[in-house]
């Protein structure tokens, strides 16, 4: 799964359980894009549609439909809601590549919020946090260059005369910035925010 990827899209693999079980794969991989609505992952999550696009017949007689795979790092039993809840997520952040760095980083569904139970889906506070302090970097180079400054800032080092800088070990201040901060390298950028 480390094949660069469109930042418009996430994907799941919907799956027939009952096929599963009995060691047959009935499977597809269906896009979920900031236009996808609920009721079309709903049809998407559908078991007959499962077959009928898996183009394997319906003879197992099972209901239960599972995302056998997926490239976020989702989990194994996301309802439509849910997944629906990722198209959501998008009114906070441009792309779905920030979904995906946050779900590099935290396990289940951090992302959300449950308060009326499984089928009501919020935005958690951590989310929310994360969207807001998220930075985006085009190349090491552009972060590095943050994390100089960021470090000159903390030591005030703003009037220190020039011929200072190249004793500072660079190298080693800006590990020890990262410590406070959680990186996740995602194609071509680079997501930088402070642990939450
Ligand atoms: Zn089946």
Redesign the pocket.
């Known amino acids: 799964m480390n094949e660069i990827k469109t930042h418009n899209n996430i994907e799941i693999a919907p799956g027939?359980l009952?096929?599963y079980t009995q060691g047959r794969l009935?499977f597809y991989w269906y896009q979920i894009t900031k236009d996808t609505t609920l009721e079309q992952i709903e049809q998407a999550l559908d078991v007959g549609e499962i077959?009928k696009r898996a183009k394997?017949s319906?003879a197992?007689g099972?209901d239960e439909v599972h995302i056998q795979d997926n490239d976020f790092c989702g989990g194994e039993y996301m309802s439509a809601k849910e997944l629906f809840g990722y198209v959501q997520l998008l009114k906070l952040i441009p792309d779905f590549d920030y979904v995906r760095a946050f779900k590099e980083v935290y396990l289940m569904q951090d992302e959300f919020d449950y308060p009326q139970g499984n089928h009501a889906v919020e935005v958690s506070s951590m989310f929310k946090e994360y969207a807001e302090s998220v930075q985006v970097f085009d190349s090491i180079y552009d972060l590095e260059n943050y994390l100089d400054d960021n470090f000159m800032e903390y030591a005030e080092m703003h009037n220190t005369p020039e011929i200072i800088f190249s004793f500072i070990n660079w190298k080693d201040a800006r590990e020890w910035l990262l410590n406070d901060y959680e990186k996740v390298d995602m194609g071509s950028r680079i997501f930088l925010w402070r642990k939450i």
Request: glycine share 12%; charged share 0%.
């Open positions: 027939c009952a096929c009935t077959h394997t319906y197992c099972g």
